[in-house]
């Protein structure tokens, strides 16, 4: 099941908004993704991270990995109509191998 | 970003029928395949794991028998639906894996099983 907690699990938000999106756990990993996900397609890598504090940033998107290792997040800035859909964040653990736990994702709305 | 084809990306189907998916990864070798399930407004549960030229490991609650995994080799993973029923009714996307300490994953466009 799902081990990771992400808010809010939607928002509603007016075109040139920022935006800011956050996945928290109980437990520890050691890489930390972003994805979009646009209906009826398969999610779309936004953002990876791999160390406790990186900061990475992608166009208008930025992403951290938190320093505990167990949380991170995405902002979106200046938000435009095209950056509708659902994000997910998604994290690997040192014990899990290559399998990703989910988080529940965050649909966002942007009205123009 | 990897490259990955999954056909077909929407079906329909009478219950009772099977149905299969095939994901191919286009630009690179894939050890392992993860294949998801997603409902509507949910996040993607995973299904199984396969790794090239072995069986596949199921996640608890996924029927073996009725979810066919295949990964004959290292760029073509097919996943078989067999009996199919409304309740199979999803979102299957498939996610080739390359290893090798590569941690990125990358997806395939989904396919979308109507059962009727």
């Known amino acids: 099941g799902q081990q990771l907690n992400q808010s809010p699990q939607s928002m509603f938000i007016q075109e040139g908004e920022d935006v800011s999106m956050n996945c928290t756990s109980s437990?520890?990993?050691?890489?930390w993704l972003w994805y979009k996900q646009e209906p009826g397609e398969g999610p779309v890598l936004l953002i990876a991270?791999?160390?406790?504090?990186e900061l990475t940033s992608n166009g208008r998107l930025t992403a951290q990995f938190g320093i505990t290792r167990k949380d991170s997040f995405l902002n979106i800035s200046a938000s435009i109509p095209s950056d509708v859909g659902i994000y997910f964040c998604?994290?690997?653990?040192?014990?899990?191998?290559?399998?990703?736990?989910f988080g529940e994702g965050t649909q966002l709305t942007v009205n123009p | 970003g990897a490259v990955v084809s999954q056909h077909p990306s929407w079906v329909i189907c009478k219950s009772g029928t099977s149905v299969k998916i095939e994901c191919r990864s286009l630009d690179f070798q894939a050890t392992t395949m993860f294949w998801y399930r997603q409902f509507p407004k949910q996040s993607l549960m995973l299904m199984a794991t396969s790794n090239e030229g072995s069986k596949a490991t199921y996640e608890q609650g996924v029927e073996k028998d009725k979810f066919l995994i295949n990964h004959a080799s290292l760029t073509l993973s097919t996943l078989t639906v067999t009996s199919a029923h409304p309740e199979d009714s999803s979102f299957y996307i498939c996610s080739p894996y390359r290893g090798r300490g590569n941690t990125e994953a990358f997806f395939g466009q989904g396919t979308r099983l109507t059962v009727v």
């Open positions: 991270l791999y160390k406790a504090g």
């Open positions: 437990s520890i990993f050691n890489t």
């Open positions: 998604a994290g690997q653990r040192e014990t899990s191998g290559s399998r990703l736990t």
